[in-house]
């Protein structure tokens, strides 16, 4: 059984930071695409960014330069380091991990930025 496993998010002024963690667990994580989505209030889901098994990121256009993405291996686990947050970056953020052929998903943590 595939397992995702977030941090509890927070909340933040504007301009603060935050990092978000995602441990998987059931299966070999260092071979399969993790990323993280998230869904603000009222609006639909976008994806925010990817890290590819060999470390490789890709990140939304709202989020480059403020957030990075990385994966430890040896921890099974993904982060989403936040800089400069804004109140548009207010939603709750989803792990997923890409097992072909299917995406297994974390609970979802909330991250409120106020101004």
């Known amino acids: 059984q595939v397992q995702l496993v977030e941090s509890g998010g927070g909340s933040v002024q504007t301009g603060g930071s935050l990092t978000l963690s995602c441990t998987a667990s059931?299966?070999?994580?260092?071979?399969?695409?993790m990323g993280w989505y998230r869904q603000p209030p009222g609006k639909q889901r976008e994806l925010v960014a990817t890290?590819?098994?060999?470390?490789?990121?890709s990140y939304a256009d709202s989020v480059k330069g403020r957030f990075t993405i990385s994966r430890d291996n040896s921890k099974n686990t993904i982060y989403l380091q936040m800089n400069t947050l804004k109140p548009e970056d207010t939603a709750v953020y989803y792990c997923?991990?890409?097992?072909?052929?299917?995406?297994?998903w974390g609970q979802g943590t909330q991250v409120t930025v106020s101004s």
């Open positions: 059931g299966v070999i994580f260092s071979i399969y695409p």
């Open positions: 890290v590819a098994e060999g470390g490789s990121a």
């Open positions: 997923y991990q890409y097992k072909a052929p299917y995406t297994y």
